[in-house]
Nanobody
Framework: VQLQASGGGLVQPGGSLRLSCAAS????????MGWYRQAPGKQRELVAT???????NYADSLKSRFTISRAYTVNTVNLQMSDLKPEDTAVYYC?????????WGQGTKVTVSS
């Protein structure tokens, strides 16, 4: 399984950004896709996940500003981020979880700064 993330970059506070992650390889039904992030000097933390049945799970502090979605035909997960804050600056990692195996993308950097 390979995951290719895209969409990171530099954005001003209050701005929006959309991340995408495309999965390829041996992908089974019933998986979970999502996003984690890791800020400098901090541990990796959950952003949001979405199951194949479209059940979503968000970090409580982010659910009002971030929206996760997925397109099953191409096994893609998207993260729409709005009203971005400097504390959202991090490397965002895509994850695909199937069975007892986690697959991670390479990470895409998001910098929120004026």
């Amino acid at each position: 399984v390979q995951l290719q993330a895209s969409g990171g970059g530099l954005v001003q506070p209050g701005g929006s950004l959309r991340l995408s992650c495309a999965a390829s390889g041996s992908i089974f039904v019933g998986n979970v896709m999502g996003w984690y992030r890791q800020a400098p000097g901090k541990q990796r933390e959950l952003v949001a996940t979405i199951t194949s049945g479209r059940y979503t799970n968000y970090a409580d502090s982010l659910k009002s500003r971030f929206t996760i979605s997925r397109a099953y035909t191409v096994n893609t997960v998207n993260l729409q981020m709005s009203d971005l804050k400097p504390e959202d600056t991090a490397v965002y990692y895509c994850i695909l979880r199937q069975g007892d195996q986690d697959y991670w993308g390479q990470g895409t950097k998001v910098t929120v700064s004026s």
